[in-house]
């Protein structure tokens, strides 16, 4: 996201002595992107960031793909993936491709013992269940139900769990995750049409600065391999940095909904997205106010694109049996639309309190055999009269 922020204390120019109080040097290191053309922040740390002191083994993480080439339509009940104490082992990717995992998550407890990092893929986490801290390298940031948490590729962090029923739709994108392009202005700034401005982003406010030595563990994801690196200083140990590149919060109750008179197209929930897929967030709104409007969808056919719907709350009108952490798949090639009876259902209504999130990928998803463990079979036959 193209905006300024700066936390804690900086030197006056960058690449220049900037003194502790004892006379000894912080430690400058750029935190960058896209081989020095993309969104950077230059942080200040006590220790030098690059002092591993044991590489202590490392395990394969790849999920198992149990279907590779897809034209069903399946309903997963998320709901059914098994609460487990620690968050990385309660990271199940239930669809993916070559730019994107999807991951459900039910971690109980917060992590305590080791830090974590994604070095490939910037980590969009939604939080539908739960409350607590994510604490990053870069500075704090409080999360609750509904929040939208952008974790930049190889920030460091960890979650502080204030709650133990926590579930999570994880969004693992090896592509960079933007603001929408149309949303911005050439200098950045988004537009006054835009769905949400630059006040709703929640940037890291408390900055942790550990002046510490030791052990500490910090798992790094590579490669589909979970590496167990042991550092001599403390991850946390910044004292300050500026820039662009930098963990942020978006709450989905924040999302200022676009209407018409007649439906509008999923392109105006667009949130956030990439050059291989785009995330969109379905809010409580009013309905189309032309007299002879159908609130509900239009069939369409996905040619271009596998659509996923995460149902978080409230009433999915477009749907039959559809409940809080469904998540359904509806691929490419096929169309699809409301189920029998939506449409007749939705006129006359003007409003919905349905929230969801939406994941449009340019490229066929797999299924996992994590997906296929709680996937409905049948889905694809409810929409038969």
Same mark, same amino acid.
């Given at each position: 996201?193209?905006?300024?922020?700066? !936390? %804690?204390? #900086?030197?006056?120019?960058?690449?220049?002595?900037?003194?502790? *109080?004892? @006379?000894?040097? &912080?430690?400058?290191?750029?935190?960058?992107?896209?081989?020095?053309?993309?969104?950077?922040?230059?942080?200040?740390?006590?220790?030098?960031?690059?002092?591993?002191?044991?590489?202590?083994?490392?395990?394969?993480?790849?999920?198992?793909?149990?279907?590779?080439?897809?034209?069903?339509?399946?309903?997963?009940?998320?709901?059914?993936?098994?609460?487990?104490?620690?968050?990385?082992?309660?990271?199940?990717?239930?669809?993916?491709?070559?730019?994107?995992?999807?991951?459900?998550?039910?971690?109980?407890?917060?992590?305590?013992?080791?830090?974590?990092?994604?070095?490939?893929?910037?980590?969009?986490?939604?939080?539908?269940?739960?409350?607590?801290?994510?604490?990053?390298? !870069? %500075?704090? #940031?409080?999360?609750?139900?509904?929040?939208?948490?952008?974790? *930049?590729? @190889?920030?460091? &962090?960890?979650?502080?769990?204030?709650?133990?029923?926590?579930?999570?739709?994880?969004?693992?994108?090896?592509?960079?995750?933007?603001?929408?392009?149309?949303?911005?202005?050439?200098?950045?700034?988004?537009?006054?049409?835009?769905?949400?401005?630059?006040?709703?982003?929640?940037?890291?406010?408390?900055?942790?600065?550990?002046?510490?030595?030791?052990?500490?563990?910090?798992?790094?994801?590579?490669?589909?391999?979970?590496?167990?690196?042991?550092?001599?200083?403390?991850?946390?140990?910044?004292?300050?940095?500026?820039?662009?590149?930098?963990?942020?919060?978006?709450?989905?109750?924040?999302?200022?909904?676009?209407?018409?008179?007649?439906?509008?197209?999923?392109?105006?929930?667009?949130?956030?997205?990439?050059?291989?897929?785009?995330?969109?967030?379905?809010?409580?709104?009013?309905?189309?106010?032309?007299?002879?409007?159908?609130?509900?969808?239009?069939?369409?056919?996905?040619?271009?694109?596998?659509?996923?719907?995460?149902?978080?709350?409230?009433?999915?009108?477009?749907?039959?049996?559809?409940?809080?952490?469904?998540?359904?798949?509806?691929?490419?090639?096929?169309?699809?639309?409301?189920?029998?009876?939506?449409?007749?259902?939705?006129?006359?209504?003007?409003?919905?309190?349905?929230?969801?999130?939406?994941?449009?990928?340019?490229?066929?998803?797999?299924?996992?055999?994590?997906?296929?463990?709680?996937?409905?079979?049948?889905?694809?036959?409810?929409?038969?009269?």
């Amino acid at each position: 996201m193209p905006f300024y922020h700066t !936390l %804690g204390q #900086i030197p006056p120019k960058r690449h220049t002595i900037f003194k502790k *109080p004892d @006379g000894s040097l &912080y430690y400058e290191q750029l935190f960058g992107t896209i081989g020095f053309d993309g969104m950077a922040t230059n942080s200040y740390h006590h220790h030098r960031p690059t002092q591993v002191k044991a590489i202590q083994g490392s395990r394969n993480v790849a999920p198992t793909i149990a279907i590779d080439s897809n034209i069903q339509s399946y309903k997963l009940h998320g709901f059914q993936v098994t609460p487990t104490a620690d968050y990385l082992a309660s990271r199940k990717c239930v669809l993916l491709n070559h730019a994107v995992a999807i991951e459900l998550a039910a971690p109980q407890q917060s992590m305590t013992s080791y830090f974590y990092k994604n070095a490939d893929a910037d980590e969009l986490l939604f939080v539908h269940r739960g409350s607590g801290t994510l604490r990053t390298h !870069l %500075g704090n #940031i409080d999360f609750a139900y509904g929040d939208y948490l952008l974790i *930049p590729r @190889g920030t460091i &962090y960890a979650l502080d769990f204030s709650t133990t029923d926590n579930r999570l739709l994880i969004v693992a994108s090896n592509r960079p995750i933007y603001t929408p392009k149309r949303y911005r202005n050439w200098f950045g700034q988004l537009l006054e049409h835009a769905p949400y401005c630059e006040r709703d982003l929640r940037p890291p406010t408390v900055l942790e600065s550990h002046d510490q030595e030791g052990d500490f563990l910090i798992k790094v994801k590579k490669q589909d391999t979970l590496f167990d690196m042991v550092y001599a200083t403390h991850p946390f140990d910044v004292v300050g940095y500026d820039g662009y590149n930098f963990p942020y919060a978006f709450s989905i109750h924040d999302f200022e909904p676009i209407t018409g008179r007649i439906h509008q197209p999923p392109p105006v929930h667009q949130t956030f997205e990439t050059d291989a897929f785009v995330v969109c967030s379905f809010v409580p709104r009013l309905y189309d106010y032309h007299p002879q409007s159908i609130p509900a969808p239009y069939h369409h056919s996905n040619i271009d694109s596998d659509e996923v719907i995460y149902y978080v709350d409230g009433d999915f009108m477009s749907r039959n049996d559809i409940a809080p952490g469904h998540l359904s798949l509806h691929p490419a090639g096929i169309p699809h639309g409301p189920h029998p009876g939506a449409i007749e259902r939705s006129i006359g209504k003007t409003s919905t309190e349905e929230i969801a999130v939406m994941v449009d990928t340019f490229q066929p998803l797999k299924i996992t055999q994590e997906g296929m463990n709680i996937a409905d079979p049948n889905y694809y036959t409810s929409w038969l009269a």
